[in-house]
């Protein structure tokens, strides 16, 4: 069974740019979720997508949005980019079964790198 | 609102020792508290989490945490780590859903031969 795939795996901006990132979940899990990495801040929960539809959603300015379509496949876009911008995107994948017991599958991230 | 707090950004440790790895929460509900670890240039894999029951709770790769609520800690523990065990971990929590986790800062773990 394929893991979550995140790409791309690098990405290089300048400022004022936009950005789209791409989630593919595990085949058969419903939810996505993101997450910001740096190590300033370490990690933080952006927001997760259940049947296209935003559940839940972190402290992150407007900037920050995503989608999600019919097959699960997610993306999050960053609009006008900032320095601070610059991070480990981490996406992860559940059955979302409404309990803490379901279990997070995480992606190898991509690293944005805005100059 | 919840907070993790993880004491020791860096524990380097020689090979075949015990290691413990702190975490302390703080949450006004009850709460469900997991650790993951990320291998470089990866993304962040589960070792364990406790949501009720035993508070010794037993992970993979031969790590087990547990949970002390008078104390708000849920700290890592192996009796003997290996080279690669070299990773960073993160204590997480949650109020009730798995996929909206609050991570404490990092404790980068470094194996010593």
């Known amino acids: 069974k394929a893991g979550v795939t995140q790409t791309p795996r690098y990405l290089i901006k300048t400022r004022g740019q936009q950005v789209t990132l791409s989630c593919s979940p595990i085949?058969?899990?419903?939810?996505v979720s993101w997450y910001q990495q740096t190590p300033g801040q370490g990690l933080q929960f952006l927001f997760e997508y259940f049947s296209e539809t935003q559940r839940n959603k972190g402290n992150f300015p407007g900037r920050f949005s995503g989608r999600q379509f019919s097959n699960s496949r997610s993306e999050m876009n960053v609009s006008t980019l900032e320095l601070g911008d610059s991070a480990l995107y981490l996406c992860a994948s559940s059955l979302a079964k409404q309990s803490p017991e379901e279990k997070l599958f995480f992606g190898s991230g991509t690293q944005l790198s805005v100059l | 609102a919840q907070s993790v707090t993880q004491l020791d950004s860096q524990v380097p440790v020689f090979e075949e020792a015990p290691v413990e790895l702190r975490c302390n929460y703080s949450?006004?509900?009850?709460?469900?508290l997991f650790w993951y670890v990320q291998y470089p240039n990866q993304g962040l894999q589960l070792l364990l989490k406790y949501l009720s029951g035993s508070t010794l709770v037993k992970g993979i790769n031969g790590f087990e945490a547990e949970f002390n609520k008078s104390q708000t800690s849920f700290h890592l523990r192996k009796p003997s780590v290996h080279i690669s065990d070299t990773a960073e971990y993160f204590c997480a929590v949650s109020d009730g859903s798995a996929r909206q986790l609050t991570f404490g800062s990092g404790t980068q773990l470094t194996v010593l031969p």
């Open positions: 949450s006004s509900v009850s709460v469900y």
């Open positions: 085949s058969g899990h419903r939810s």
